[in-house]
């Protein structure tokens, strides 16, 4: 019994590390912060959070999606190289 409650907590410590470090576990964080502040203004406040936090994520986003799109590039132009530098094939087999 001992050995099973000392595996479990093994196993859950790291789970909830990573959970908790995800932009999951950010994001209640930051809710539980502002869930005792409820005047119009820390209303604002919490938009503007949550504003923030959506171009901080869209922002990775396109740079995930530049990235993507140089490697992709890069790789066509290396298809068109190794392309051009073969001889012509007989193509009247």
């Given at each position: 019994?001992?050995?099973?409650?000392?595996?479990?907590?093994?196993?859950?410590?790291?789970?909830?590390?990573?959970?908790?470090?995800?932009?999951?576990?950010?994001?209640l964080a930051?809710?539980?912060?502002?869930?005792?502040?409820?005047?119009?203004?820390?209303?604002?406040?919490?938009?503007?959070?949550?504003?923030?936090?959506?171009?901080?994520?869209?922002?990775?986003?396109?740079?995930?999606?530049?990235?993507?799109?140089?490697?992709?590039?890069?790789?066509?132009?290396?298809?068109?190289?190794?392309e051009a530098?073969?001889?012509?094939?007989?193509?009247?087999?």
């Amino acid at each position: 019994m001992f050995l099973q409650l000392i595996l479990v907590l093994v196993v859950l410590i790291p789970l909830l590390a990573i959970v908790l470090d995800s932009q999951v576990g950010k994001a209640l964080a930051a809710r539980l912060e502002h869930r005792g502040l409820d005047s119009p203004a820390d209303v604002t406040a919490e938009r503007i959070a949550f504003l923030e936090q959506e171009v901080d994520r869209l922002s990775s986003d396109i740079e995930r999606l530049d990235e993507q799109s140089e490697f992709v590039h890069k790789l066509l132009t290396e298809r068109k190289e190794q392309e051009a530098a073969l001889p012509p094939g007989d193509d009247s087999a």
